[in-house]
């Protein structure tokens, strides 16, 4: 399995609050925002987000997840599985794509991505 990283995302209990450091203080650019669930900024390039603790697979996490893109999730998950790594969680983002959630052997979250044009898993 290859991956790529396709996003980073901190959990933030205060959306505003969080925007107010994120992208007013550090000046990263608003690219979209999902209410108080979700925020994509653009920080030089390279992508980062802010996400409510109800966001699928983010409830169980405590900081900050790592989301991994991959050409195919359905080999992902079985890989993953394999492993013995937990499947925490898998959702359909419409024509974005699906991710599926897991927990590495620390237990941290860890996300994987397919675009919708991808296998799904």
């Known amino acids: 399995m290859q991956v790529r990283i396709q996003n980073v995302y ?13 992208r007013d203080l550090l000046g990263m650019k608003m690219k979209f925002q999902d209410g108080e669930k979700w ?46 790594a937990p499947i925490l969680a898998t959702r359909d983002m419409g024509s974005h794509g699906n991710t599926l959630t897991t927990r590495d052997p620390d237990g941290n979250i860890v996300q994987f991505f397919a ?6 898993g």
């Not at 901190?10 to 994120?22: D, E």
């Not at 675009?115 to 799904?120: L, N, Q």
């Open 10 to 22: 901190q959990i933030s209990r205060n959306m505003s609050r969080s925007l107010g450091f994120y």
């Open 115 to 120: 675009k919708a044009s991808a296998k799904p």
């Open 39 to 84: 925020a994509q900024l653009d920080a030089q390039g390279a992508r980062f987000a802010l996400a409510s603790p109800e966001e699928a697979g983010a409830a169980a996490a405590s900081n900050t997840v790592i989301v991994f893109e991959v050409d195919d999730l359905a080999s992902a998950r079985a890989a993953l599985e394999s492993a013995g």
